[in-house]
C-alpha cells in the first residue's frame, strides 16, 4: 500500500509550524490565501488536512510569514 504525505507525520507538523507562525503574525487563513494569491479557503483545507500543497506553496508560505525552513537530519536510532 502507497502512503500518502497525508498520514506522514512531517506533512502535519509543517501545516502545524504554518498555522502556528501564521497565527502568532496576527494572519488570518484568508489573508494569507490572498498574500501568496491561491484560492479562498486553500490555507484552511491545507492545515486540516484536506489538501496537500506542493513544495514551491510552502515555500510560499514560508515566504510571506517570514520564516526559514531547516532541514535537520534523522537521529540514528
Excluded at 15 to 33: C, F, P
Excluded at 49 to 59: A, D, E, K, L
Amino acid at each position: 500500500m502507497t502512503r500518502t504525505i497525508h498520514k506522514e507525520r512531517g506533512y502535519k507538523s509543517l501545516m502545524t509550524a504554518v498555522a502556528i507562525r501564521r497565527k502568532q503574525l496576527g494572519i488570518s487563513q484568508t489573508e494569507l490565501d490572498r498574500i501568496v494569491g491561491c484560492a479562498d479557503g486553500y490555507v484552511s483545507k491545507c492545515e486540516c488536512g484536506v489538501r496537500t500543497p506542493s513544495v514551491f506553496m510552502y515555500w510560499c508560505f514560508v515566504e510571506a510569514l517570514d520564516a526559514e525552513i531547516e532541514i535537520v537530519a534523522k537521529k540514528n536510532e
